[in-house]
Nanobody, 121 residues
C-alpha cells in the first residue's frame, strides 16, 4: 500500500522557517522523482520544488534561494527546508512521487494528503 505522509506544517511568522517532511512507503522510492507542490485558497496547485532520483533539483522562481529540497533514499523521505517565509507562501503543501525512472516508467504518480503552512504575524 502506497503512503505519502507529510508533516511539519504549522503557523510561522514572516521571516521564519519550517521544515516539511514526507515519509514514503509502498513503492520503490529511489526510482521516483519527488516533488513538493502547494495550493493556496482559490489558486491552482503549483510546483514548488522537485528532486530526481539522481539528485537533480528544480525550484519555482518564487522560492529560489529560500527553500531547499532534499531526499533520503535510505529512510524513504523527502524534505523541504523553508526559510525567510512570506505570507504568500501560505498554502497546503503536497508531496508527490513520480515520474519514475526506467524500468518503472509506467508507475502512476502518488500524492500525499497535504500539510497546511500558514505564514502570518
Amino acid at each position: 500500500q502506497v503512503q505519502l505522509v507529510e508533516s511539519g506544517g504549522g503557523l510561522v511568522q514572516p521571516g521564519g522557517s519550517l521544515t516539511l517532511s514526507c515519509a514514503a512507503s509502498g513503492f520503490t522510492f529511489s526510482f521516483a522523482t519527488m516533488s513538493w507542490f502547494r495550493q493556496a485558497p482559490g489558486k491552482q496547485r503549483e510546483l514548488v520544488a522537485s528532486i530526481t532520483s539522481g539528485d537533480i533539483t528544480n525550484y519555482a522562481e518564487s522560492v529560489k534561494g529560500r527553500f531547499t529540497i532534499s531526499r533520503d533514499n535510505t529512510d524513504y523521505a523527502v524534505y523541504l527546508q523553508m526559510n525567510s517565509l512570506k505570507p504568500q507562501d501560505t498554502a497546503v503543501y503536497y508531496c508527490k512521487a513520480g515520474p519514475f525512472r526506467p524500468p518503472l516508467g509506467g508507475t502512476p504518480d502518488y500524492w500525499g494528503q497535504g500539510a497546511q503552512v500558514t505564514v502570518s504575524s
